[in-house]
């Protein structure tokens, strides 16, 4: 007999549906999760997470279908909440009638012939997230929060440039950008799988219908532009969270927070879905369902366990508020001044010895927010440093710039290096900003969690024209220095 903790691996829906099957509440369906399961396995079994394959080093198509996934992310973007069937029927052609939930699906697992009829009374909702690598995110942090990873039996490693089974154009597998990899304004957008069916929309019964047969694909300008509107929907090499039983107030997810995420992935041709299945999201309008970029363009993950990482959190720490963490610090504390001391060696050997340089340094990167008094920060300022000596021919960044960001990558979590050319600020995008008509944020460069490092390096900068884009960029730079704050644009306020 299988444990729970290796059913959670291979079979959370089935759990799902178990838990759905014991519980009484048919209002909101908060009763059926397997949260506090997966919590306790996590809290008491040495090695489970470690067990669980990893969307940051696997790709989708080697995840086997159904099984638990994890994915350490930043919450780039929070989209309109999203209703669905939370209860329905499934009338079988022999005439029984079975009651299932739509929960974590988008697509319902029927069996052959059987017909779906939604309970009215009983639509749940859900809150779209997308969920991008974390931005800046260093190897040896990267390594701490993904732990080693192991592959499912019938599953190996993706290896880059491999062709797919399916012959479609896919984009490598997600993975986290870290230090200088960091380019979110220039993403190639993968292609999608296929259209989804057009399905006739005459009252509110007629979204919950199957498509009709003769049901006619769409003329090739509306399928370039669909095409064209989930290309900008979706986000780089992000997941698109579907998050149930989301907190309010304090404790809600908001844009910016680093997240680790457990749930199931959905894949696969999204024509077959549309074509053979009654989908839970025909409760979206149509315009809604423009919108939602196919599994293969944007990765689906319903979110089984959302854990915010707070913006203090040390990956090679134990967790907060325990007994092992309380050690570690003590520890650390007995050695606080040896530390300090290798870690000004090390700052101070990337500043040509400059050791009060190195201490300033230090102490910008340690510093945190206390309190805003109008709009000015308290307790965190930017440092600038001169003298620096101008990059070589042909190099990308200065050589104090090199060093000093290597260091800091080697030293904290959350570190970024960016050139101040005048090709890199008329090119790239620094503000995020939203394009109304994919009704998504776009991610631009200065869209980092909370504790970040930026390193800017003004070296690099030459006589040149600064075009609209430069000059936005620069305001947006500036706005950050002085205030901490990164202004968003959404048209109509900022």
């Known amino acids: 007999m299988q444990s729970v903790a290796d059913r959670l691996r291979t079979q959370p829906l089935m759990l799902v549906a178990e838990a759905f099957t014991a519980s009484n509440d048919r209002r909101t369906g908060r009763s059926t999760s397997i949260q506090h399961a997966l919590e306790s396995c996590l809290r008491d079994e040495s ?6 394959p990893s969307l940051n080093v696997c790709g989708v198509h080697n995840i086997a279908e159904g099984g638990l996934v994890r994915f350490v992310g930043m919450i780039q973007d929070v989209r309109d909440t999203e209703f669905y069937a939370g209860i329905y029927e499934e009338h079988m052609t022999s005439g029984q009638v079975t009651e299932r939930t739509g929960k974590y699906r988008d697509v319902l697992n029927l069996s052959d012939g059987a017909t779906f009829v939604p309970h009215d009374d009983c639509t749940w909702q859900r809150t779209p997230m997308v969920c991008v690598p974390v931005p800046g995110l260093t190897t040896w942090a990267m390594e701490a929060l993904v732990g080693p990873v192991s592959y499912p039996n019938d599953h190996r490693q993706p290896l880059r440039g491999e062709p797919q089974g399916s012959g479609v154009k896919r984009r490598a597998e997600p993975e986290f950008a870290t230090g200088d990899q960091l380019d979110t304004g220039c993403v190639e957008p993968m292609e999608d799988d296929d259209e989804s069916t057009k399905r006739p929309r005459s009252d509110a019964a007629a979204l919950m219908c199957p498509p009709c047969a003769d049901t006619k694909p769409p003329a090739q300008s509306e399928e370039a532009a669909r095409k064209l509107i989930w290309e900008r929907s979706a986000s780089g090499m992000g997941c698109l969270l579907k998050v149930y039983d989301a907190d309010e107030g304090e404790a809600e997810l908001r844009v910016n927070d680093v997240v680790e995420v457990f749930g199931v992935v959905e894949r696969g041709s999204h024509a077959e879905k549309a074509a053979n299945d009654a989908s839970a999201m025909e409760m979206l309008l149509d315009h809604e369902r423009a919108l939602q970029p196919p599994p293969s363009c944007q990765p689906r993950l319903h979110c089984f ?12 720490l134990p967790e907060p508020n325990t007994k092992e963490n309380a ?23 990337a500043l040509g010895g400059d050791k ?96 970040a490092v930026l390193l800017l390096d003004e070296t690099v900068l030459a006589p040149g024209q600064l075009r609209e884009q430069g000059v936005r960029n620069v305001r947006a730079l500036a706005d950050l220095l002085e205030r901490q704050k990164v202004a968003y644009d959404f048209t109509y306020c900022r």
């Open 305 to 316: 366990y959302v854990r915010r990482l707070p913006a203090d959190c040390h990956p090679l």
């Open 356 to 451: 009060l340089v190195a201490e300033y340094v230090l102490l910008s990167s340690i510093s945190r927010i206390l309190v805003r008094h109008g709009e000015k920060p308290i307790g965190k300022l930017s440092v600038n440093i001169t003298g620096c000596p101008p990059c070589a021919n042909g190099g990308a960044h200065s050589p104090v710039t090199a060093a000093l960001g290597g260091v800091l990558q080697e030293l904290l979590p959350y570190a970024i290096t960016m050139g101040m050319s005048i090709g890199e600020l008329n090119s790239r995008v620094f503000g995020p900003f939203k394009d109304h008509e994919a009704n998504a944020l776009k991610q631009g460069c200065l869209q980092l969690p909370t504790g």
């Open 327 to 349: 050690l570690a610090y003590d520890g650390a504390r007995a050695h606080a001044a040896n530390l300090r001391g290798s870690i000004i060696a090390a700052l101070s050997s």
């Open 47 to 52: 090695g489970f997470r470690a067990s669980v």
